[in-house]
């Protein structure tokens, strides 16, 4: 097999979609796009069509340098715009409290603000899974999504675990509080230790970005701020590993 096709074929197995017809195809064909990136500066007529066709159909787009898109790109022919598929469809943040209120269970939520590494995205969706969590948020902008990265990390997860896709996290906060859930926040700072929270009622955990944490905004429209006990020299977890140990004291909590 030739060099090219085989970076076609594992462009395709990745969920990379590159060029201009592949691209439209894709979204002609009703394909669940995660993502789509143009290159900036370019605005001929055929990227301002899959620009506003992908608009049209809820799917993020993302202004990207040449660098960017000649990095991602594994065919070197991307001619200015790289999409990426989705796993699955994005669930909504009702389909995941109706998920609750079916299994006659206190809602558990992850909300994930700004996780941009697929690698901890997957790994959260995976460890929400298994601790029973009724679904995972995730922001339109500035996260990874349902890539086929976050789907091999979660080994599957994502299969069983309805993740929604909200434009602001801010208002989904104010909104869940609002249907009677208690919003926890992680913070190196938090005024609230771990073991003090109370996670057995409906719960949604906020778990902020690997570099910078939760966002300003975010912090503000948490009802605690919880800290977990870290006892040797560093100060902080892995977004992952810190959404694991509140996700497990939940269970902890509710089977208790």
């Known amino acids: 097999m030739d060099e090219k096709r085989k970076d076609a074929l594992t462009a395709e197995a990745d969920g990379v979609i590159e060029g201009r017809n592949a691209v439209i195809e894709a979204l002609r064909a009703g394909t669940a796009v995660d993502k789509i990136y143009l290159q900036k500066g370019e605005t ?40 990426l598929a989705a796993v699955r469809e994005y669930a909504s943040v009702e389909d995941i409290l109706r998920a609750a209120a079916d299994r006659g269970e206190a809602p558990l939520i992850v909300v994930c603000d700004e996780i941009s590494d697929p690698q901890n995205l997957g790994a959260i969706i995976r460890t929400a899974e298994c601790a029973g969590a009724h679904g995972v948020v995730i922001p339109k902008r500035r996260s990874a999504g349902l890539t086929a990265i976050v789907a091999k990390t979660s080994a599957g997860a994502v299969a069983h675990v309805p993740v929604a896709r909200v434009p602001n996290i801010p208002s989904l906060l104010k ?54 006990p870290m006892r040797g020299k560093l100060s902080s977890l892995n977004a992952s590993a810190a959404a694991a140990i509140l996700l497990y004291e939940a269970v902890r909590q509710r089977i208790g």
């Open 175 to 228: 909104e869940l509080k609002k249907q009677g859930l208690w919003v926890f926040g992680t913070a190196a700072d938090g005024n609230t230790a771990l073991y003090d929270a109370d996670l057995k009622g409906p719960a949604a955990i906020v778990i902020g970005s690997e570099g910078d944490g939760m966002t300003r905004l975010a912090a503000e429209n948490c009802d605690f701020l919880v800290s977990i």
């Open 44 to 83: 001929d007529r055929t990227l301002g069509h899959i620009a506003s066709k992908a608009r049209a159909a809820g799917v993020v787009v993302v202004e990207a340098d040449r660098q960017k898109l000649d990095a991602m790109s594994r065919t070197h022919a991307h001619q200015g715009v790289i999409a």
